[in-house]
T-cell receptor, first 114, second 113 residues
Framework: KQEVTQIPAALSVPEGENLVLNCSFT??????LQWFRQDPGKGLTSLLLIQSSQREQTSGRLNASLDKSSGRSTLYIAASQPGDSATYLC?????????????FGTGTRLTIIP | DTGVSQNPRHKITKRGQNVTFRCDPISEHNRLYWYRQTLGQGPEFLTY????????KSRLLSDRFSAERPKGSFSTLEIQRTEQGDSAMYLC???????????FGSGTRLTVV
């Protein structure tokens, strides 16, 4: 059974700093990995999708990497802003038939201090 | 195309009542997923459809839960005889095919009192 872990559970950093969020998964048989953002009481907004054959994806100030063999992904946020404050969730999609669904971590709650 | 739409946004119900939620996916997406999220946790998979066929159901989906996707368009999730433990955010997502990213709706927050 796939398990996804996100460390740390919460993180506070001053505005302007660069930061890294970590995600690890136990089963490397994944189709892809997706990072989401969730604001309090809201749904999920997709940030980046990395296919299993890819090593990284970039969007603006965000960069996500994937090391499938070691079961790890990182989300790098450059020049953090107060508007980046949210919970960040990573999720992996299983590769095998019957496991074609996303398994989520419990998230990292990020607070950017102005 | 306005993305994935879920209704209602909030639902407060008394224990023992039945509730039904609706999800309208992105029109060209043939996969539709339901997830449940409790406070401080990541979303947990409930069930998913490819077109009108329900392909998988989680063990979390007890006999009181039923989901449908008639004609492969919108989907409904019904909870019968609600319990306080059913209180959660119910999230719907759709995708084009396996391997493409999910698009989530804003969710329906259920409170059972």
């Amino acid at each position: 059974k796939q398990e996804v872990t996100q460390i740390p559970a919460a993180l506070s950093v001053p505005e302007g700093e660069n930061l890294v969020l970590n995600c690890s998964f136990t089963d490397s048989a994944i189709y892809n990995l997706q990072w989401f953002r969730q604001d309090p009481g809201k749904g999920l907004t997709s940030l980046l999708l990395i296919q299993s054959s890819q090593r990284e994806q970039t969007s603006g100030r965000l960069n996500a990497s994937l090391d499938k063999s070691s079961g790890r992904s990182t989300l790098y946020i450059a020049a953090s802003q107060p508007g980046d404050s949210a919970t960040y969730l990573c999720a992996v999609m299983g590769l095998l038939r019957g496991n074609e669904k996303l398994t989520f971590g419990t998230g990292t709650r990020l607070t950017i201090i102005p | 195309d306005t993305g994935v739409s879920q209704n209602p946004r909030h639902k407060i119900t008394k224990r023992g009542q039945n509730v039904t939620f609706r999800c309208d996916p992105i029109s060209e997406h043939n996969r539709l997923y339901w997830y449940r999220q409790t406070l401080g946790q990541g979303p947990e998979f409930l069930t998913y459809f490819q077109n009108e066929a329900q392909l998988e159901k989680s063990r979390l989906l007890s006999d009181r839960f039923s989901a449908e996707r008639p004609k492969g368009s919108f989907s409904t999730l019904e909870i019968q005889r609600t319990e306080q433990g059913d209180s959660a955010m119910y999230l719907c997502a759709s995708s084009l095919v396996t391997g493409f990213g999910y698009t989530f709706g804003s969710g329906t927050r259920l409170t059972v009192v």
